[in-house]
């Protein structure tokens, strides 16, 4: 039973556009939640997280939107990059970071 | 301050064989956790150090197990390896593993079993 899902293996955008890359999990004990962005042959990377008590988080041209009613989370780039051009891994966790739960993650191909 | 780091990068070993991945968290990071990445997947976890002490586990055989030190440098062991075991090893440190940190990940391990 996978309990956090990224149902889009891929994603394609224009550079400009907005990006938005979704995800939805099951355990209603997540407290928290992150995006990773992972290059091949690097590990992955912090990219911007949110606590399950606020519905939304801005960090520059990354945005990250909760719903826990819909047990969804989404996050948004505006505008995108081809620098952005990566996979990207939502992460949530109970009350211990040291142990994360990762969907398979969404690759984000934008073309200039 | 340096990152995390792990050793070897690449990894070609037998079926039958044993492997032991080395991983260096964050000056000052005590808890270490370690995730299996095979294609196509996301990041599976398998456990977290923290203090030594093994404080989470994941679904995964006994097969794979681990170990920290007491400067928080942690080891897995995989052992009879299999075939399906060929995937990439992350380690990952964070300065307590509490809720809201962020983990710092490696740049893994990448093991082929033939």
């Known amino acids: 039973d996978q309990q956090v899902k990224q149902n889009s293996p891929s994603l394609s955008v224009q550079e400009g556009r907005i990006s938005i890359l979704n995800c939805d999990y099951t355990?209603?004990?997540?407290?928290?939640f992150l995006w990773y962005k992972k290059y091949p042959a690097e590990g992955p990377t912090f990219l911007i997280s949110?606590?399950?008590?606020?519905d939304k988080n801005e960090d520059g041209r990354f945005t990250v939107f909760l719903n826990k009613s819909a047990k969804h989370l989404s996050l948004h780039i505006v505008p995108s990059q081809p620098g952005d051009s990566a996979v990207y891994f939502c992460?949530?966790?109970?009350?211990?970071?040291?142990?994360?739960?990762f969907g398979d993650g969404t690759t984000l191909t934008v073309k200039p | 301050k340096a990152g995390v780091t792990q050793t070897p990068r690449y990894l070609i070993k037998t079926r039958g064989q044993q492997v032991t991945l080395s991983c260096s968290p964050i000056?000052?990071?005590?808890?270490v956790s370690w995730y299996q990445q095979t294609p196509g997947q996301g990041l599976q976890f398998l456990f977290e150090?923290?203090?030594?002490?093994?404080?989470n586990k994941g679904n995964f055989p006994g097969r794979f197990s681990g170990r920290q030190f007491s400067n928080s440098r942690s080891e897995m062991n995989v052992s009879t390896l299999e075939l399906g075991d060929s995937a990439l090893y992350l380690c990952?440190?964070?300065?307590?593993?509490?809720?809201?940190?962020?983990?710092?990940f490696g740049p893994g391990t990448r093991l082929l079993v033939l």
């Open positions: 949110i606590s399950s008590i606020k």
């Open positions: 000056s000052g990071h005590r808890s």
């Open positions: 992460a949530a966790s109970d009350g211990d970071a040291g142990k994360s739960t």
């Open positions: 990952a440190s964070s300065f307590a593993g509490t809720s809201g940190e962020t983990q710092y």
């Open positions: 355990n209603s004990m997540f407290d928290y």
């Open positions: 150090y923290f203090s030594e002490t093994q404080r």
